[in-house]
């Protein structure tokens, strides 16, 4: 699994008009038959700041993302709208297909012990 998050700083006069302007790219990407997960977040700590966590089952599924018609697009209309060049990390992850359970928490019954 090919994991990436990306940090999207935005104009602030771009800020509340984000998720609309990535919404076909959001939904294309997917689409894609090698996505497994495509989520954006807003930070607690800088209204201008947007995360994207994101997954593709393999490099091919990741390099055929990137060489998509709608990532292109993407790319052009989200350069007129950041404040900055994105942060990324990328990894790739063996032997995973996406998300797992955390083993340390679960949910409990209020007012249990």
């Known amino acids: 699994m090919i994991f990436i998050t990306v940090k999207f700083t935005v104009r602030p006069e771009h800020s509340e008009d984000w998720l609309d302007l990535v919404d076909g790219f959001t939904r294309a990407t997917r689409q894609e038959p090698g996505n497994l997960f495509f ?3 807003r930070s607690v700590d800088n209204p201008h700041q947007f995360v994207l966590v994101e997954a593709f089952r393999d490099s091919e599924a990741g390099r055929a993302h990137v060489e998509s018609e709608h990532f ?3 790319m052009d209309a989200m350069s007129y709208a950041i ?3 994105p942060q990324i990390v990328s990894t790739e ?3 995973s ?3 797992g359970r ?3 928490l679960s ?3 209020p007012g249990g012990a």
């Open 72 to 74: 292109g697009a993407a």
């Open 102 to 104: 955390m083993g340390e």
């Open 107 to 109: 949910p409990r019954e």
């Open 93 to 95: 992850i063996a032997d």
């Open 39 to 41: 989520e954006w977040s």
């Open 83 to 85: 404040a900055e060049t």
């Open 97 to 99: 297909d996406g998300w």
